[in-house]
């Protein structure tokens, strides 16, 4: 089982909403700034959205302000990204991560890293 579980990527129309969750088994997961990142081939990967601790401060790239919405729910254990309206430029594999290393939440500098969920937008 992995330590970070990524699901709900998938195929979807531009305009159309997808909601990305991500789960730990084993991480003291009440305590950990999280984070969703994507990356493509060829690009480094980029923060689209993360959030303190409790999920009350939350953060987001300019790319993405006003479409997606990143939600951590500490007694269920679960980080969610709900994406809306979505673009054919947000087609990447996406990451979440736990236990952030840098002050700024976005910054793709973190303990432990799940697989990847990809998410395709087609125009």
């Known amino acids: 089982q992995a330590l970070v579980a990524e699901t709900g990527g998938g195929l979807v129309q531009a305009g159309g909403s997808l909601r990305l969750s991500c789960r730990t088994s084993?991480?003291?997961?009440?305590?950990?700034?999280m984070g969703w990142f994507r990356q493509t081939p060829g690009k480094e990967r980029e923060g689209v959205a993360c959030?303190?601790?409790?999920?009350?401060?939350?953060y987001y790239a300019d790319s993405v302000k006003g479409r997606f919405t990143v939600s951590k729910r500490n007694v269920e254990k679960v980080l969610y990204l709900q994406m809306d309206s979505l673009k054919p430029e947000d087609t990447a594999m996406y990451f979440c991560a736990i236990h952030a290393q840098k002050s700024n939440c976005l910054i793709p500098e973190y303990t432990y890293w799940g697989q990847g969920t990809r998410v395709t937008v087609s125009s």
């Open positions: 959030t303190n601790w409790s999920g009350q401060d939350t």
């Open positions: 084993r991480l003291p997961f009440e305590n950990y700034v």
